[in-house]
């Protein structure tokens, strides 16, 4: 079986770890330190803080914004169930909007009828690692006539005076947009390094910060570390200075910090994100597309144009003309031929709590059918190209099987 998304673990990375573990010191600690310092450099942003998670990270930064019961935050129905998760944990509501038929990412036209006086951020979600149109997002928020609207209550908020802009940049570290990475564009963006991602740590995410002033993003790199280890104002490491024990609890905190163990792994995966994983990914995007291209029921994602270029994290096709019950047929013909694919995203609205919440997919037309004719093929840094053409070959044959039953 051809598997879907396996991690890639070599020796450099088995002799990081092993490193790691001899070393004596396997929480938050120099490898934490350093990862954070080499994914700034990387994508250019103000500041990052490693964590646990990238759901952890966004929760962080609603919590610090001071999100909170009777606000909003505008979500796209398209994505993974964390992005709306983390606004029901802070007892705010998820606003649902559709997206762009054309590359699954929220729509900023639906953005805008969605803005209410209520509304607090915007998470725009880098679907597939293809970055959202975020001058428009950005220009939005920054609309006089939007700016006016918004109802500030905490210090964080009257600062900014406006709808903060909080990236789900889990799937699109290395991505760009008019040149510039993710992670350097927004107020805030969170990147994912959990095992199936383009870049891993076992589990693990990232906050980076770009707040505009009078922001200082050292400042708040330091409140979200205190915040992200129980509300301490000293970690581990910093306890360990000589006669440095005694600590004090400012908040009651939460416990989203990174290990060195897991930003061991992630100092060896950035140390070749750039010059060879990124291109090994895009190398697999571009031959299934020219595969594809020569059927006229292949939808080819769109993965570059002159302004965007992806991380090329999920090859998200779509079949044309097909219902959700056919692509499932699909998927059971591909499966039966040895192959592993995936559906990125059932759209959050369809699952059981949040239709209980009374969120229904009807009001999502363009989501409900990127989902229902969508299949993830593998792509891996492992991926051989005899794989890649057994993937794209079975993918063919069971399209075809499916369509002439249909006929
Ligand atoms: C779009 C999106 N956002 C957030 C997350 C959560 O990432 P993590 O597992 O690191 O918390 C995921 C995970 O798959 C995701 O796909």
Sequence with gaps: MIPFSPPHIDEAIIREVADTLRSGWITTGPKTKLFEKKLTDYYGSKSTLCLNSATAGLELILRWFGVKEGDEVIVPAYTYCATANVVLHCGAKAVFTDVNPSDFNISVEKIKAAITDKTKVIIPVDFAGYPCDYDEINALVNNPAIKKLFRPVSAEQQALGRILVLADSAHSIGARYKGR?????TDAAVFSFHAVKNLITAEGGAIALNLPPPFDNGTIYRTLAVKSLHGQNKDALAK?????????????GYKYNMTDLAAAIGLIELSRYSEDILPKRKKIFDFYSSFFSEYSWAQIPEYENQDKKSSYHVYALRIKNISERERDDIIKEISEREVSVNVHFIPVPMMSFYH???????????????????????VYYDLTENQMQTVAEAVAASVKKVLEIKK
């Design 181 to 185: 990475f993710t992670g350097s564009i």
């Design 240 to 252: 360990t200075q000589k006669g440095a024990w005694r600590y004090d609890v400012v908040e009651p």
């Design 356 to 378: 209980s919440l009374g969120y229904n997919i009807s009001n999502y037309p363009a989501a409900f059918d990127c989902y229902s004719r969508e299949i993830s093929l593998p």
